[in-house]
């Protein structure tokens, strides 16, 4: 009933601010729709702990009253005065944690806490803090590209900003990094995947640590392969690479290069440290 009474209470967000966010044609949240079947797969891989878990109610459970209550109230806050759209967004998490503890307790929470925060990744930030994220990552894919595509013959090209302009064997040419190419979009869908590949490999926790941080260079570094290959194939055989459909594929393209880096990190890590067991002689 709680459960219920708290998608009734967020029902607006939840389908303006979150599915329709991953339904716009822009393609920046669509993975949003696979976040929750990651979270429920997280429930079914440790299903067998969850039924383990007994029900505990301690001074605990009122803690995630308190959760429950203090996010109803920040998201009414959020509407008026603060008049905020990303804390609303924020209320359901702290309000679906806070339901959790409070009738299941401790031991529950200890099994569901990451699948329940990690529908934070399905929560689109706001287009403001997109964009101020998106603008130095664009201007350091351009300024990187750059450097790389110059070492080419017949390249003369400079960065300025997040425009691309020089010549090319003599002809001008120029282009612009929009936000598709900032690599935010790779670097939140990957995030995430780093998360829950990491959660559900048998490693030790520090290996999990390095694939989690792992992501933002790797998205970088794609993002970085996807703006410089794109730069070539629009000097050297057509504009037409830079934009429509065989700019979506190219960016696509990415994503197997962002899943061999991540193996490699893995394989790296099996490798660095071997652990066996020892019997030890009495």
């Known amino acids: ?32 729709f696979l ?10 891989q440790r299903r067998e702990r969850l039924l383990k878990a007994a029900l505990s109610y301690t001074w605990v459970n009122w803690l995630g009253l308190a959760l429950l209550v203090g996010s109803i109230a920040g998201y009414l806050l959020s509407i008026y ?12 998490l702290g309000a679906t944690f806070g339901v959790v ?10 099994v569901t806490w990451l699948p329940i925060l990690y529908m934070f990744f399905a929560m689109p930030i706001p287009q403001r803090l ?3 994220l998106t603008i130095p990552m664009r201007k ?41 190419c900032a690599g935010m979009r790779l670097m939140m869908a990957f995030f995430a995947l780093g998360v829950a590949m990491a959660y559900l490999s048998d490693r030790p926790y520090w290996h999990r640590i390095v694939l989690v941080l792992s992501t933002l ?23 037409i690479f830079a934009k429509g459909g065989f700019h979506t594929t190219l960016g696509l393209l990415m994503l197997p290069l962002a899943f061999f880096l991540y193996w490699l990190i893995a394989e790296i890590l099996s490798r660095i440290y071997i652990y066996e067991d020892v019997e030890v002689e009495e």
């Not at 976040?35 to 079914?44: A, D, G, N």
């Not at 790797?218 to 057509?238: D, G």
């Open 81 to 92: 005065p603060l008049k905020m759209g990303y804390p609303k967004l924020m209320a359901i």
């Open 140 to 180: 350091w894919a351009s300024e990187v590209s750059v450097v790389v595509l110059n070492l080419l013959p017949g390249m003369d090209l400079t960065a300025v900003g997040v425009i691309i302009e020089g010549t090319y064997n003599g002809a001008p040419m120029q282009m612009s990094v929009e936000e598709a």
């Open 217 to 239: 260079p790797i998205a970088l570094l794609c993002n970085f392969a996807r703006v410089t290959i794109t730069c070539i194939l629009y000097a050297m055989v057509n504009e």
């Open 130 to 132: 997109y964009e101020q």
């Open 1 to 32: 009933m709680l459960g219920l009474l708290v998608c009734l209470v967020f029902w607006n967000e939840i389908r303006h601010q979150m599915i329709g966010k991953w339904m716009d044609f822009d393609g920046n949240w669509t993975h949003g």
């Open 101 to 110: 503890l409070f009738c299941c307790g401790w031991r529950v929470i200890k």
């Open 35 to 44: 976040i929750p079947l990651f979270s429920l797969y997280f429930l079914h």
